[in-house]
């Protein structure tokens, strides 16, 4: 059989490196899935149970190992699905290669069954995007789709036709006018500052006495680098959510999360610091650094686009964020500021104390603060941590502690709930050895992770190490939205909207083949996780938590405040409960009232 241009994608992909692909069938793509019957000991590919999963895979594929990651989707709804898993891998600057099918190209135009206007759709997502329209034009365009993505860190779309897969192939197109050759080959920028730069950015930190570093995803390979120059210039290192995993969280100036999830030492060190240095971030909440003219900065980043958009800075070092500071150390004075430093290191250990102490307080059933608290001693090594969008997202910034070694990521700037099971799946298809937590809440499980769970139960049996860990927070509450329609909004929880159905979780993890564990009560909590962690196959613990326990920023407006009060005086139905858990909160020291916080 000669080779088709369906066979020649695959090849192409193959003749990448690509080994994995991430998919959903249909007739729109045929030709494809036919070509990739035959190439099936090439490639590892991945049935999910709708088109969004695969590009939410092929983004968290992208980001656990820094290939370029590969969906499969067909023409019309198939394409159209694809979308919110592409803005999370567009948002958070993961390099995604998706390959779409289309109407025969006789058909488009007619308003023909299925026929969507996919240059359009994928316009705004991609980096590029192009229809194929002849076998001699595949080339170049599965050539450039994977090199733009590589090289942009962006998402890149190939519509391929359902008549033009099944065409026979043109590896070398004619040498004639209007036909190109393409080669193989990733062609990664490696922009380095000048001496010039790096002196001035030395100029304006040696100035300053009182250091901030924040650091976000660019930092990721960068942690033995940040912890020198922390150590150098006695400063403290904030992390933005996507750079949690970037440095272990049991060094003494490292301050945590940032924003509105982050740590009241993260709010402190912001906003007591005289310079700020911004290390592969672009953390998008200006109301949590420095205030604007108090502090001289200067940035680090891959992108020129990325610099000084969220605080004025001075000199911007476009770069490798580890060959970049190993450039600038050199250049550096060491820092005497023993005082700076022991007020970091000093909130840091009153933060862990106060937020042990309200990880303990009581609740109905369950504290959900506690939850994480006890995770964070039993989490294996090597562990990897995939998040979702949810309440639960504020505890997981906050409360679970990483440890070198470990990696976690969650969607970021999309904040997308349902990204928590695929994010989960890419991980653990990645890295079948390590052992893998999912942490989603209820809503998102409806959303998708229960469908999700078919997936893991196709899979898992072929996982080197099956420790596969999906944590339900199960508080019958959109909380999130919840908390911020109260403290934002100053509206009372529209229950019609918010309540979230029961479902047993765990009974039907058990049918699935999985053990089930449902925990009520705090004092079992750190047995269910030994217990999960010590199974032989996918585990899922539904923990009943209480919705009561306010979720807030570190530091509360007095707007916030007002519209928090202003929502319990319209009559909230959990009323009572927000009540006794905002007292406990203030007890532990974590909302004003707190000495040190007005």
Not at 188 to 194: D, V
Not at 252 to 263: A, E, R
Not at 373 to 391: F, M, Q, T, Y
Request: with cysteine.
């Amino acid at each position: 059989m000669s080779q088709t241009v369906g066979d020649f994608i695959l090849q192409r992909l193959t003749d990448w490196g690509v080994k994995r692909v991430f998919g959903y069938p249909g007739d729109g793509i045929n030709g494809i899935m036919g070509a990739m019957g035959r190439a099936s000991d090439r490639f590892d590919y991945v049935r999910v149970r709708h088109e969004e999963m695969a590009a939410f895979m092929a983004g968290a594929h992208a980001k656990f190992t820094g290939e370029v990651g590969v969906c499969l989707a067909t023409s019309g709804p198939g394409a159209i699905h694809l979308l919110n898993g592409l803005y999370d891998a567009k948002m958070d600057h993961m390099p995604v290669v998706a390959i779409v099918g289309q109407q025969a190209r006789t058909s488009l135009g007619s308003d023909y069954q299925q026929e969507v206007d996919l240059q359009n759709l994928f316009k705004d997502v991609t980096g590029y995007v192009e229809t194929l329209t002849a076998p001699a034009q595949v080339r170049h365009v599965i050539d450039r789709a994977m090199r733009i993505a590589a090289a942009e860190r962006c998402v890149t779309c190939v519509i391929v036709p359902n008549d033009l897969q099944e065409m026979k192939a043109v590896p070398s197109p004619p040498r004639a006018h209007g036909d190109v050759y393409s080669g193989v080959g990733y062609a990664p920028a490696h922009p380095q500052p000048s001496t010039d730069e790096l002196r001035q950015a030395a100029e304006v930190i040696n100035a300053g006495k009182r250091v901030a570093i924040l650091i976000g995803a660019g930092a990721m390979q960068a942690g033995p680098q940040v912890i020198a120059l922390a150590r150098h210039l006695d400063a403290g290192v904030a992390k933005a959510l996507l750079g949690k995993a970037a440095l272990p969280d049991d060094l003494p100036f490292v301050t945590g999360s940032i924003g509105l999830l982050g740590t009241k030492p993260s709010w402190e060190l912001m906003n007591d610091c005289d310079t700020l240095l911004m290390i592969g971030t672009t953390f998008p909440y200006s109301e949590f650094l420095p205030p604007d003219g108090q502090a001289r900065a200067v940035q680090i980043d891959i992108a020129p686009r990325n610099v000084s958009m969220r605080y004025p800075t001075e000199v911007n070092l476009i770069g490798d964020s580890a060959q970049v500071i190993d450039q600038l150390l050199p250049l550096l004075d060491k820092k005497d500021n023993p005082d700076w430093r022991e007020r970091i290191e000093v909130n840091v250990r009153k933060w862990w104390r106060a937020l042990e102490a309200k990880a303990m307080e009581p609740a109905d059933p369950i504290n959900p603060q506690r939850i994480f608290w006890e995770l964070s001693p039993r989490l294996p090594d090597k562990a990897i941590i995939c998040g979702d969008c949810g309440s639960h997202t504020n505890w997981y910034a906050r409360d679970v502690k990483i440890r070198e070694g470990m990696m976690a990521s969650l969607s970021g700037k999309l904040a997308t709930m349902g990204s928590g099971m695929p994010y989960a799946i890419a991980a653990k298809m990645a890295y079948p050895d390590r052992p893998v937590v999912a942490i989603v809440g209820d809503g998102a499980m409806q959303m998708n992770g229960n469908a999700e769970l078919i997936t893991v139960k196709q899979y898992w049996e072929r996982w080197s190490n099956p420790c596969f860990v999906v944590m339900v927070l199960a508080n019958h509450d959109l909380n999130q939205v919840t908390w911020e329609q109260r403290a934002l909004a100053g509206d009372p929880k529209f229950a019609p909207a918010q309540d979230v159905e029961d479902f047993p979780y765990a009974e039907y993890a058990r049918m699935l083949g999985f053990k089930g564990i449902r925990v009520e009560r705090p004092e079992h909590i750190a047995a269910a996780w030994e217990e999960a962690f010590a199974a032989n196959c996918p585990v899922l613990i539904e923990f009943i938590a209480d919705p009561d326990v306010p979720p807030l920023p570190p530091h509360i407006r007095w707007a916030q405040a007002k519209s928090y009060m202003t929502a319990l005086a319209k009559g909230d139905p959990n009323e009572l409960g927000i009540i006794r858990q905002s007292v406990r909160d203030m007890m532990a020291g974590l909302l004003p009232g707190d000495s040190g916080d007005s």
